[in-house]
T-cell receptor
């Protein structure tokens, strides 16, 4: 079974703190993604990476950065957390072949609250 | 600009009946479509997909229909079961997009016993 794990299920941080969210996948997938999910807004793509050290901005990259030093690990960084970054953060991975492959595989999510 | 739209935020059906979830898209470059199911406090899980070269794909109780001319797809669940109660997301991908998925906002399905 594909496994995507995220470092924390729940996280509470203060405004201005630097926050690291870690994601690890065990399927040797080339592609990894970070989304946030908010009520009424669905899943919005923050950043994705299609190879080690490669990254591309998604639809809402402002206030975030990412790091991919190893193929299995993709980190999301909130440089200075703000209350509007309170959300559910979801990491996903996929192989280059979407068709028949089940698309992207998601981790359980991290519920981040910024006070 | 929302490229994938799920216009019904919620749907309620009786156990044993059919659930039909709808999704519309605007980007004609989309060529692969997926449905995901999400329970609270869990990540989405893949349910079923369809390529643009097909108009129907079936997997057990789940069938996805694609109408390319109308840029519309639908997910049929027959028969619906209480365990199907979840948020369902429609997603689409365009060839050459580095396998990015564009998601709809989701539809909350409630199946009543």
């Amino acid at each position: 079974d594909v496994k995507v794990t995220q470092s924390s299920r729940y996280l509470v941080k203060r405004t201005g703190e630097k926050v690291f969210l870690e994601c690890v996948q065990d399927m040797d997938h080339e592609n990894m993604f970070w989304y946030r999910q908010d009520p009424g807004l669905g899943l919005r793509l923050i950043y994705f990476s299609y190879d080690v050290k490669m990254k591309e901005k998604g639809d809402i990259p402002e206030g975030y950065s990412v790091s991919r030093e190893k193929k299995e690990r993709f980190s999301l960084i909130l440089e200075s957390a703000s209350t509007n970054q309170t959300s559910m953060y979801l990491c996903a991975s996929s192989s280059p072949i979407l068709a028949g492959g089940g698309g992207q595989f998601f981790g359980p999510g991290t519920r981040l609250t910024v006070l | 600009d929302q490229q994938v739209k799920q216009n019904s935020p919620s749907l309620s059906v009786q156990e044993g009946r059919i659930s039909i979830l709808n999704c519309d898209y605007t980007n004609s470059m989309f060529d692969y479509f997926l449905w995901y199911k999400k329970y609270p406090a869990e990540g989405p899980t893949f349910l079923i997909s369809i390529s643009s070269i097909k108009d129907k794909n079936e997997d057990g109780r789940f069938t996805v229909f694609l109408n390319k001319s109308a840029k519309h797809l639908s997910l049929h669940i027959v028969p619906s079961q209480p365990g199907d109660s979840a948020v369902y997301f429609c997603a689409a991908s365009a060839w050459g997009s580095n396998y990015k998925l564009t998601f709809g906002k989701g539809t909350l399905l409630t199946v009543n016993p």
